[in-house]
């Protein structure tokens, strides 16, 4: 059974640094992007990042692109979200999510159980 991780979420102020962690013992020779979503409380869940395990190629959503940023360490099977300049509206439940694929032609996705971000203003 695969289990995906995430560590790190806490309270923080406006301004602060945090880094997140996920780890999972999925099998990293069907594994394509590693993802980072979140959820705000009363709204959909939404992409954050997303890092190729191959390549370590990043995209990022708009509301975060310059000051979030992911990484990964492939011995460890862990990707990392650096969050600086936090703001309110980042306050979520951040979720990691891994993009398996067969490489013939299915595709699924393991998710994390979340970690808790609230950041006062």
């Known amino acids: 059974q695969v289990q995906l991780e995430e560590s790190g979420g806490g309270l923080m102020q406006a301004g602060d640094s945090l880094r997140l962690s996920c780890t999972g013992s999925?099998?990293?020779?069907?594994?394509?992007?590693m993802n980072w979503f979140r959820q705000a409380p009363g709204k959909e869940r939404e992409f954050v990042a997303a890092?190729?395990?191959?390549?370590?190629?990043?995209r990022y959503a708009d509301s975060v692109k310059g000051r979030f940023t992911i990484s990964r360490d492939k011995a460890k099977n862990t990707v990392y979200l650096q969050m600086n300049s936090l703001k309110p509206e980042d306050t979520a439940v951040y979720y990691c999510?891994?993009?398996?694929?067969?490489?013939?032609?299915?595709?699924?996705?393991?998710w994390g159980q979340g970690t808790q971000v609230t950041v006062s203003s």
């Open positions: 890092i190729t395990w191959s390549d370590g190629a990043t």
């Open positions: 999510a891994a993009d398996m694929t067969d490489w013939v032609s299915s595709n699924w996705a393991y």
């Open positions: 999925v099998r990293t020779f069907s594994l394509v992007n």
